[in-house]
């Protein structure tokens, strides 16, 4: 969580700095704040509140936008309330140093008594104060330069952090340092220009070069003479590796779409199809993977895959149970990236582990990684973000090719996430023998159109906006599914609730009976998923329960359907095609209709209140 964007150079700071804070707002909203230094002096303009805030202050101080050097951060707020003070960036006591950070530093309560009981005093309340004077306590005491005051003073430090720090005597350099949080530098042409951002997307149109550090190493970056990267433990040189970054300008702009989460829904039939393109090859009847071939021991003699996830990630992991034990006959359980790590779970090396994450920085998720490591497990990853934290520490894995996903809320992750998980199913199921071969092509037919059925649904948008405006001022709702859509009901209450603030639960169908029913009354909306395959008559059954109790049903049924639409108070239809693959269908109407309440709700859809794109947290 927290953004960080920075500049060195020749070109004007101020507006490189803003922009970028803006394309990484998705990371926290909390509070915005940039510093620019005019070769003299460092402008601070801090405010509660998100960039747009910050530059509307910033329009009357003219001043504080010249120079060539500056430091900007978007917070999520961990320590000390979302204000003025405590936003970023943070100067030290003297004033020479300020510093941006992302993370948290656990021990800095300590670390603050030892420096008040030195002189200090402190404005804010945060642990970032505290570390930028602890550096410069560091600085002075030891007597050194500034790269040699962070690696110091980072070895005291207890926590996770991607700090960029500036000291305004040494001019032309600033430093960064990570341990847990994202930091990507940008190099610019002949070393005459760097940029420091939590991920590549605010200089991207200025450089194609980026080098992201590792856990444990800080890089320091001179104009004109380049990038020394240390690791923080013992200063050692590291080599850095600079990286060609495929992302593009258009790619982390709206296009014409009024919000990144619609933008991004329409784009899932051509994420879906990179993500299976290469892999999935019709004619040669197979599934191309090599980070499962080579590896392919591990997963057929595991004696369960565990999957670990958080949030939506997590949901696509339960389709994947749903996945690889039907067609692949191999044991799966899905746990909390939390709970498991915490849980003292039993793991030895006769167990796979699958992490799941869009960022790829997700906290718990990494942890989980780290323990199942630990614990002899051989662990594999599904990430989007190339490079990842979690795409590094894991011993193999697959990419969704989704492209970069802004809206805080995730919906082209999700469908991506499932296309892997399915290729994975079908590629162990075939190596298995436990899918027929003419099963196994037909299941490649069936994928290769879904995205043209996936392109044919969002054609139905208008009749989801119908039914959006219809339920959008209910105070609760109910999603059910069962079997494969089970999951997608838990998604689909997850969307609902996370951009619309309405309050709903996902449930399997048959559950209802055992406890929510009781919510059931004429205001009561409830979402059914019953596609024509699976436990159809079953979830007939359900719904006539509800029906009887008068709650309004909103079914999502397969084209050609007769029943459920007699009985439904609305229906919206999607292609048919194998129930393993329906999730990939049936969740994008759940993902129109969540964005349309939510945008006649007037909520910000894209950066919906409290959440963060990226929980680099616990
Ligand atoms: O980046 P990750 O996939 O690891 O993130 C996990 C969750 O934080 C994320 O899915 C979250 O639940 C989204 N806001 C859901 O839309």
Not at 38 to 44: Q, T, V
Not at 130 to 147: A, M, P, R, S
Not at 273 to 288: Q, Y
Not at 535 to 542: G, Q
Request: charged fraction near 25%.
């Amino acid at each position: 969580m927290c953004g960080i964007s920075a500049y060195i150079g020749y070109r004007k700071a101020y507006p490189i700095v803003i922009n970028g804070l803006k394309r990484l707002e998705y990371r926290g909203y909390d509070s915005a704040g940039v510093m620019i230094f005019d070769g003299e002096n460092m402008h601070l303009s801090k405010t509660k509140g998100k960039v747009s805030h910050l530059e509307e202050i910033i329009k009357s101080k003219p001043k504080s936008k010249v120079g060539n050097i500056g430091m900007g951060h978007t917070r999520w707020a961990t320590h000390g309330v979302p204000n003025d003070v405590n936003s970023h960036p943070h100067f030290s006591q003297s004033g020479d140093l300020v510093l941006v950070h992302n993370g948290i530093i656990e021990n800095y309560d300590t670390i603050k008594k030892e420096l008040i009981s030195r002189g200090y005093s402190f404005k804010s309340d945060t642990d970032t104060e505290v570390l930028v004077n602890l550096i410069e306590e560091v600085k002075l005491t030891e007597g050194c330069k500034l790269g040699k005051a962070v690696q110091l003073a980072l070895t005291n430090v207890v926590g996770a952090y991607a700090i960029a720090v500036f000291d305004k005597n040494r001019p032309n350099e600033i430093i960064v340092a990570r341990l847990g949080s994202p930091i990507a530098i940008g190099v610019g042409k002949d070393n005459k220009e760097f940029f420091v951002a939590s991920d590549a997307s605010p200089f991207v149109e200025y450089t194609k070069d980026a080098i992201y550090l590792e856990d444990e190493e800080m890089a320091i970056i001179r104009v004109g003479k380049g990038v020394k990267v240390h690791k923080i433990m013992d200063d050692a040189l590291v080599q850095p590796e600079i990286q060609k970054l495929q992302m593009s300008l258009d790619q982390i702009e709206k296009g014409g779409f009024d919000h990144f989460m619609l933008k991004e829904i329409y784009e899932q039939p051509k994420a879906i199809t990179d993500t299976f393109r290469g892999r999935m090859l019709l004619e040669e009847k197979i599934i191309k993977m090599s980070s499962i071939e080579t590896y392919l021991d591990k997963f057929l003699n595991a004696n369960r895959i565990i999957i670990v996830a958080c949030g939506t990630s997590w949901h696509a992991g339960l389709v994947g149970e749903y996945l690889f034990e039907d067609l692949a006959r191999i044991p799966v359980e899905v746990e909390y990236a939390s709970e498991f790590r915490y849980r003292n779970p039993i793991i030895t090396n006769k167990d796979v582990v699958i992490a799941i994450s869009q960022s790829g920085e997700t906290a718990d998720t990494l942890a989980a990684i780290k323990l199942a490591k630990s614990m002899g497990a051989f662990v594999y990853g599904i990430c989007n973000v190339v490079g990842s934290s979690i795409a590094r520490e894991t011993h193999s894995g697959a990419y969704t090719h989704a492209g970069p996903e802004i809206g805080v809320a995730s919906t082209k992750a999700f469908t991506t996430q499932i296309t892997v998980l399915t290729l994975i199913a079908l590629k162990l199921g075939q190596a298995k023998g436990s899918i027929p071969q003419h099963n196994f092509e037909n299941y490649l037919e069936k994928m290769q159109l879904i995205p043209k059925q996936v392109e044919e649904l969002l054609q139905i948008d208008e009749k989801v906006k119908e039914i959006a405006s219809v339920y959008k001022d209910a105070k609760n709702c109910l999603y059910l599914g069962r079997g494969f859509n089970f999951p997608v009901a838990l998604e689909g209450a997850l969307k609902l609730k996370e951009i619309s603030y309405i309050h709903a639960e996902g449930y399997p169908a048959a559950e209802m009976k055992h406890g929510p029913i009781a919510l059931i009354d004429e205001n009561m909306p409830i979402f059914v998923i019953a596609t024509n395959k699976g436990h159809y008559e079953k979830v007939v059954s359900n719904i006539q329960e509800i029906k009887s109790r008068a709650g309004k049903i909103i079914a999502i049924v397969t084209e050609g359907d007769v029943t459920v639409k007699e009985i439904a108070d609305h229906y919206i239809e999607v292609p048919d095609t194998e129930e393993a693959l329906t999730p990939l269908l049936t969740t994008i109407p759940l993902q129109l209709l969540s964005y349309h309440i939510a945008v006649m709700l007037g909520k910000n859809v894209d950066q919906p209140r409290n959440l963060a794109k990226s929980v680099t947290v616990e």
